[in-house]
C-alpha cells in the first residue's frame, strides 16, 4: 500500500477532471450498477504507464460523446474496490493502470497497460474516444 502524500496528486489529477473516487467494493458495484455508460479508470503510481494514463483519460473527455459517469480506482491504496473493479473486467487479468467502459454494467471495452505503456497520450485518447463514440 502507497502512503497517502505519495498519491494525493496523482488521486488530484483525476478528480479535478471530475472523475468520482471509489473507495469500497459497495462504491463500484453501486457505479455499474447505473444504467448507461462507465468509465473507469484503474489509476496507478507507475511512472513509466500511468505517466500517460492520466492525461489521456481528460483528454479522451474532450470528444463529442462522453461517458454518463467517470469514476477512479487506485491500485496499490484501495485494494477492495481495486479487486471488486477488477472482478468486473474480467477475463481481463489485472492490470494498472487500465481503463474500461461499461454500458449498463457490461464491460465492452478495455485498455490494459499494455496499451497505455508506451503509447503518448493523445494515442490513448483517440482509442477511448472511439469507444466512447461507438458505445455512448
Do not use: W
Not at 68 to 75: D, E, R, S
Not at 85 to 92: D, I, K, N, W
Amino acid at each position: 500500500m502507497y502512503p497517502e502524500e505519495i498519491v494525493k496528486p496523482m488521486r488530484a489529477e483525476l478528480v479535478e477532471a471530475g472523475f468520482q473516487e471509489l473507495y469500497t467494493a459497495e462504491d463500484v458495484e453501486n457505479a455499474l450498477a447505473q444504467k448507461g455508460t462507465t468509465f473507469v479508470v484503474v489509476n496507478s503510481v507507475c511512472g513509466c504507464a500511468a505517466r500517460n494514463a492520466r492525461p489521456a483519460a481528460k483528454m479522451s473527455l474532450m470528444g463529442d460523446k462522453k461517458p454518463n459517469q467517470i469514476v477512479t480506482v487506485f491500485a496499490g491504496v484501495d485494494k477492495e474496490a481495486v479487486d471488486a473493479a477488477r472482478l468486473h473486467m474480467f477475463p481481463f487479468p489485472p492490470s494498472s493502470p487500465s481503463m474500461a467502459l461499461f454500458r449498463d454494467g457490461e464491460l465492452v471495452h478495455v485498455l490494459e497497460r499494455h496499451h497505455i505503456e508506451g503509447h503518448p497520450a493523445e494515442t490513448i485518447a483517440e482509442n477511448l474516444k472511439d469507444a466512447f463514440n461507438e458505445y455512448c
